[in-house]
T-cell receptor
Framework: GQSLEQPSEVTAVEGAIVQINCTYQTSGFYGLSWYQQHDGGAPTFLSYNALDGLEETGRFSSFLSRSDSYGYLLLQELQMKDSASYFCAAWDQGGKLIFGQGTELSVKP | DTEVTQTPKHLVMGMTNKKSLKCEQHMGHRAMYWYKQKAKKPPELMFVYSYEKLSINESVPSRFSPECPNSSLLNLHLHALQPEDSALYLC???????????????FGDGTRLSIL
């Protein structure tokens, strides 16, 4: 089976750095993706890691360690608009994208 | 605004009604998806269409009936729904059905469905 574990909520202040962790158990591995979803909005693709290491896209970075079955999303210079739910996701062998339960990030002034 | 358009944005229906949700994309994507999302939960896959053929049906009750009339359109026909079917229904598309994050899924804003 496939499961992804991430914290249910994280709180941080504007301008800070926050890390959202994701550990996974998969029967096959095809990379780890991250999606952002604002309240009432559509999930939006943020990043993807197929190989070990860090991928940087502006203020957001994502890291993967396949040997540890672990990844994280790093958000820098936090802004109020970053308050949202963040999902890690991985494909299973049947071709389905499986999402973690989501981490609700609250950014305080 | 997203590149995947879903209509209607909100739908209230009784348990005996028949209605349809519509989804449209013009990105040339060949894989399209229906998800159901309850509040504070992740999206749950319902159906996958690959090159206009149904490739995955996640044991969804027959009161939900998907249809892919062409490569740009995806419908979800609803009939005799139950109150527990109230949820946000999301449509998504990707370039192909590959298990790869470099073909991310693009989601619509969803249809918020309430069953009375």
């Amino acid at each position: 089976g496939q499961s992804l574990e991430q914290p249910s909520e994280v709180t941080a202040v504007e301008g800070a750095i926050v890390q959202i962790n994701c550990t996974y158990q998969t029967s096959g591995f095809y990379g780890l993706s991250w999606y952002q979803q604002h309240d009432g909005g559509a999930p939006t693709f943020l990043s993807y890691n197929a190989l070990d290491g860090l991928e940087e896209t502006g203020r957001f970075s994502s890291f993967l360690s396949r040997s540890d079955s672990y990844g994280y999303l790093l958000l820098q210079e936090l802004q109020m608009k970053d308050s949202a739910s963040y999902f890690c996701a991985a494909w299973d062998q049947g071709g389905k994208l499986i999402f973690g339960q989501g981490t609700e990030l609250s950014v305080k002034p | 605004d997203t590149e995947v358009t879903q209509t209607p944005k909100h739908l209230v229906m009784g348990m005996t009604n028949k209605k349809s949700l519509k989804c449209e994309q013009h990105m040339g994507h060949r894989a399209m998806y229906w998800y159901k999302q309850k509040a504070k939960k992740p999206p749950e896959l319902m159906f996958v269409y690959s090159y206009e053929k149904l490739s995955i049906n996640e044991s969804v009750p027959s009161r939900f009936s998907p249809e892919c009339p062409n490569s740009s359109l995806l419908n979800l026909h609803l009939h005799a729904l139950q109150p527990e079917d109230s949820a946000l229904y999301l449509c998504a598309s990707s370039q192909g059905p590959s298990r790869s994050g470099n073909q991310p899924q693009h989601f619509g804003d969803g249809t918020r469905l309430s069953i009375l």
